[in-house]
Nanobody, 120 residues
Framework: QVQLVESGGGLVQAGGSLRLSCAAS??????MGWFRQAPGKEREFVAV??????YYANSVKGRFTISRDNAKNTMYLQMNGLKPEDTAVYSC?????????????????WGQGTQVTVSS
């Protein structure tokens, strides 16, 4: 059974850091990404890693780093310099196709999400 499980969310002060993890089971995915959704807003793309290629939303570029540990079948999102506007539920997404995409429709598998709250 395919499963994506996020962890690492929490409450942090502005300027702080968090590292999110997404543990995959049941399949090895070619592409994995992070999306987030703030209250009252649409889900938005954060970052993606496909093979050795990464791509970031402009809003997080230079602050967030996406990575993978293939031996553990786990993806990470290191978030530094957090801002209150980064507050959202962060969800892990994955697909079997090698593709750099910021569109959620291109990801077939999703985790349940983990809450990140940044206080000012």
């Amino acid at each position: 059974q395919v499963q994506l499980v996020e962890s690492g969310g929490g409450l942090v002060q502005a300027g702080g850091s968090l590292r999110l993890s997404c543990a995959a089971s049941g399949r090895t995915f070619s592409t994995m990404g992070w999306f987030r959704q703030a209250p009252g807003k649409e889900r938005e793309f954060v970052a993606v890693i496909s093979g050795s290629t990464t791509y970031y939303a402009n809003s997080v570029k230079g602050r967030f780093t996406i990575s993978r540990d293939n031996a553990k079948n786990t993806m990470y999102l290191q978030m530094n310099g957090l801002k209150p506007e980064d507050t959202a539920v962060y969800s892990c997404a994955a697909d079997l196709t090698y593709r750099i995409s910021s569109y959620d429709r291109n990801y077939a598998y999703w985790g349940q999400g983990t809450q990140v709250t940044v206080s000012s």
